[in-house]
């Protein structure tokens, strides 16, 4: 059974810091692309950032320079370091998992507000 398991949201202030994690248990996350999307209420769950098997990597407009993912092979797990967050950040973040198959996590709420 495939689980993905997306932790370490929470409240933040503006220009704060976050590290998102998605633990994977079932497959292997080097094999698989895998991406972070965000979804806000009465919007279309968009994408945030992916990182291919071979590691490389892709983001929106609206986080380059701000976000980075990274994937530990060791842990199985897919991680998304936000810097410089702003209020417009402020969603639910979903980890997905693709391949022959596609996962989803169950997503974890990240609010940025003073």
């Known amino acids: 059974q495939v689980q993905l398991v997306e932790s370490g949201g929470g409240l933040v202030q503006p220009g704060g810091s976050l590290r998102l994690s998605c633990a994977a248990s079932?497959?292997?996350?080097?094999?698989?692309?895998m991406g972070w999307y965000r979804q806000t209420p009465g919007k279309q769950r968009e994408l945030v950032a992916r990182?291919?098997?071979?590691?490389?990597?892709s983001y929106a407009d609206s986080v380059k320079g701000r976000f980075t993912i990274s994937r530990d092979n060791v842990r199985n797990t897919v991680y998304l370091q936000m810097n410089s967050l702003k209020p417009e950040d402020t969603a639910v973040y979903y980890c997905?998992?693709?391949?022959?198959?596609?996962?989803w996590g169950q997503g974890t709420q990240v609010t940025v507000s003073s």
């Open positions: 990182i291919t098997s071979g590691g490389g990597t």
């Open positions: 997905k998992a693709d391949l022959v198959a596609t996962y």
């Open positions: 079932g497959i292997a996350v080097r094999f698989y692309l």
